[in-house]
């Protein structure tokens, strides 16, 4: 069995990699459309929520 940090991090990586083309998306063409402005900033709030949560995964090396 894969260690579950591990896996959890793999789970973090592909959701970026999806957040990244969705804003890829809207820097391309997305600003036009209505309520894209609104599903930007989630986007930018939940990779602040990964980034914190890869930064309590490895808090434990600090002890």
Known sequence: MQNPVKERIAK????????SE??????????KLPGSAGD??????????IL?????LTDWKKL
């Open 12 to 19: 973090l990586r592909e959701e970026i990699a999806q957040i």
């Open 22 to 31: 969705a804003n890829r998306q809207y820097m391309g063409t997305g600003r």
């Open 40 to 49: 930007h900033e989630r986007r930018l709030q939940r990779l602040q929520e």
């Open 52 to 56: 914190d949560e890869l930064v309590s």
